[in-house]
């Protein structure tokens, strides 16, 4: 593999974008030489709409602590652009308390229903699933049994944060019900075995997520560079562009420091144009 060998991916297939969208790190100070990414005095309600101007998909964490209201669903429809995309993350009640097993069935169809108003702005569901949640014979029966019950006009993906998931009758299994194993560069699974689950895709998507060490306080800059990190995933993001219409890649601020200029990074790798901070203090406001 060369070193800096990359071709342009158009950004029809390659979704780049953030782990979120409101954060008060990300607002650029009062006194500050220069812009961190939103402009200067941006409020909470002005943050979707000027986060939609520079990246044209976002993950939805809170999603993960409760199922939204229908009115904030259709809230986040109606306040985005025609072509933007949200993924939403199931909540914890279903993957972490109830283990995907007895009491999730009526949460996971009041979760769809609601994931139903995005329409076509729904990029994934998420299904993340936690690291004490083991292949077990008790385990997989209970994914066994809980992938029937995943709506087939909604598309899931689906986080295991244990090795010992990553098998041949695993990978089978989530191929019939066209469920793709979420690429996480982050410190569960080692990212050589990720890739290797690249090979049984068969969904019409892949997803990835870039997470790291949470020992972060501040969200305003990049403090931990990964550039050969970010070129591994570039390339990997080509290759799967050739296998899929659609991958979508969401960086935690926690990767570098400060997930938009992550997420700029890789767009610029893969050759798409990037709206950075400096542009976005330019352009007019909305508040």
Not at 177 to 189: D, F, K, M, N, Y
Not at 239 to 264: I, K, W
Request: neutral net charge.
């Amino acid at each position: 593999m060369s070193k800096h060998k990359t071709t342009s991916v158009p950004a029809a297939c390659a979704h780049i974008g953030c782990q979120g969208w409101n954060y008060e790190d990300w607002v650029t100070g009062p006194a500050a030489d220069e812009t961190v990414f939103y402009p200067r005095g941006t409020r909470p309600a002005a943050m979707l709409d000027i986060y939609t101007r520079a990246f044209a998909t976002v993950e939805i964490d809170s999603t993960f602590y409760a199922v939204p209201s229908a009115a904030t669903v259709d809230g986040w429809h109606k306040r985005s652009p025609l072509h933007f995309t949200f993924a939403l993350k199931l909540p914890q009640q279903i993957t972490h308390e109830f283990g995907l097993r007895q009491g999730s069935r009526e949460l996971l169809a009041e979760f769809c229903d609601h994931a139903r108003l995005l329409q076509d702005k729904l990029a994934a569901v998420l299904i993340q699933l936690p690291p004490q949640f083991e292949a077990t014979p008790e385990n997989l029966r209970a994914l066994e049994t809980f992938l029937p019950h995943l709506p087939r006009d909604l598309p899931f993906t689906i986080e295991f944060r244990h090795a010992s998931w990553i098998t041949g009758e695993t990978l089978n299994l989530l191929a019939t019900h066209r469920v793709p194993v979420a690429l996480v560069e982050g410190q569960w699974i080692a990212r050589r075995t990720l890739f290797r689950t690249v090979e049984h895709v068969a969904a019409d998507f892949a997803y990835i997520r870039f997470m790291g060490a949470r020992d972060l306080t501040r969200f305003d800059r990049v403090q931990r560079p990964q550039e050969s990190n970010l070129q591994l995933w570039s390339e990997a993001i080509t290759r799967l562009c050739a296998r899929v219409p659609r991958v979508y890649a969401y960086f935690s601020n926690y990767y570098e420091g400060h997930a938009p200029a992550s997420a700029n990074k890789l767009k610029r790798l893969l050759h798409q144009p990037t709206l950075d901070a400096a542009d976005l203090e330019d352009q007019p406001s909305l508040f």
